[in-house]
Nanobody
């Protein structure tokens, strides 16, 4: 497992932007696909985006496609989530996760990720 620490959350008005960061504790994090999930109060944790080990492939949930972009900088052991055109329904705790290697076949399933951060709160006001 890899230790992951998220940052960059906060309060923003609808239509605004935030960039979340997920810093990994070790260089081997570049050998693992990384993802962002989110969990709103009273709801299940849901997939947001995933990126391959090299950064050449990425997939985004339909609900954020065109607004959010996942990226990574392996030299810094960091994965990012750029969030634009934020909506109140984007309000949630956002979690960073890492798989054991390549992007999981069922990349939307939390069970395929074995490392998780503690989460960062994102609140979007109307």
């Amino acid at each position: 497992q890899v230790s992951l620490v998220e940052s960059g959350g906060g309060l923003v008005q609808a239509g605004g932007s935030l960039r979340l960061s997920c810093a990994a504790s070790e260089r081997t994090s570049s050998n693992k696909a990384s993802a962002w999930f989110r969990q709103a109060p009273g709801k299940a944790r849901e997939f947001v985006a995933v990126i391959s080990r090299s950064g050449s492939s990425a997939y985004h949930a339909d609900s954020v496609k065109g607004r959010f972009t996942i990226s990574r900088d392996n030299a810094k052991n960091t994965v990012y989530l750029q969030m634009n055109s934020l909506k109140p329904e984007d309000t949630a705790v956002y979690y960073c996760a890492a798989s054991t290697g390549a992007i999981p076949i069922v990349y939307t399933d939390t069970n395929y990720y074995n490392s998780w951060g503690q989460g960062t709160q994102v609140t979007v006001s109307a």
